[in-house]
């Protein structure tokens, strides 16, 4: 009407049409009715609207008025004024609180938000999108790939202490091959499962875990003169069981991406911590030894069938001793002597072959006999450690024992086994932090000492964080 353009919703476009058709006399006052959704006495007022005022009639009288409950203009000017000004930094969840508490004005989060967007006034802290994922299939043969995590749960319910659940998972079938409570997440848990895995199923082709220290060495620790000299850093104890079974370490870059085992902790959580509160577990070991009646009944009632049927797990080595592989091994020097510092203890290693001495050998291990290029070493029962004083080096102007060997009796580090070995020999062990030539030759002379995980001590778990 008077070239004026008016624009009409989906809606209004749709009544305008069928009142045309109703005033061309195309339909009937019932049919325009049912096709409107209409009564009959409302389609008889809109046509009298529309014959009246045209297609401004089909126009909702509230089109282009300001909402009665909108902001008045001298409080957002305000708003903005402040958020500019006093406030200026101030995330908009923040400055909501701020307002109302110190300037009296009560807005809502929205609308603050809302009048501060307008206004060109962004908030300083940008949240980001969440990244898109997408699905990963499960992998087809049981074996290929196994995930492993610990969860810190108050799995007790306040019975007992706060333990952790190390657990590892087949990613596919989701099958619980093992679990074990501990008391911290440490190597010794990881050690405990994948033992069990290696001598029931057998040996995995891929561990999936996360970034945790356990499994690798961070890039912030620095490296050893020795490692620098190598090009690499030493493993961890549980890197290295990988290397020695040849199991690929596959580390994940959220926890959502090893989502598996984290849907299976939610689940324990929910009904492992039941069944242990209905059994009365109020202590670790009881804990472990119900594990082992929970997890066939578990995987019985969700367990998958793997795409296909023929699993992927190598059998275990033929003639590898378990002991020598699931173990935490540390370098040591023998001293001249032929002994060795095991904490408070002190090893005899007795002579090899043709009367062999071993002295100024490094050798790897806490707690356990020395393996000498995989033959174990002849050994007499550890004794106490010999304690040092003065009256050793009584003579005037003599030098005092190194300070590591002053009362040092649980680090087994090596720089403080090296230290011990000193003292042992009077100060003439020579240490592999010397020239390359000395490194060299003391690794063709290497002395590997195991413990089997049966004996691993919870005092030399911490090393490998």
Known sequence: MNGE?????QRAQQQLMVLNAL??????MAQAADLLGLSVRQVRRLRAAYRQRGPHALIHGNRGRRSPRRVDEATRTRVIRLARTTYAGVNHQHLTELLAEREGLTLSHPTIHRILRGAGVPSPRRRRPPRHRRRRERLPQAGMLVQVDGSDHDWLEGRGPRLVLVA?????TGEVLAAAFRDEEDAHGYLLVLREIALTRGLPLALYSDRHGIFHRPKRVPLTIEEQLRGAPDPTQVGRVLQELSIRWIPAASPQAKGRIERLFGTFQDRLRGELRLACVAERDGANAFLAGFLPRYNAR???????????FRPWPVGLDPDAVFCFKYLRIVANDNTVTL?????QILAGPQG???????????RAPGWYRGRLLPRAAPGPRPAYSRSVNSHPGARPPPRETQGATGNSGPQSAQAQGRGADSGRVETRQGSPLEADAGREREVQCSTAEDKITESLTGQNH
């Open 5 to 9: 353009t008016i624009v009409l919703t």
């Open 23 to 28: 005033e061309r006399g195309d339909l009937l």
């Open 168 to 172: 590892a998972v087949d990613d596919a």
């Open 302 to 312: 969700f367990t998958q069938p793997a795409a296909t049927p023929t699993p992927a």
């Open 343 to 347: 904490g408070p203890h002190l090893v």
């Open 356 to 366: 062999r001495s071993y002295a100024k050998a490094p050798r790897r291990g806490p």
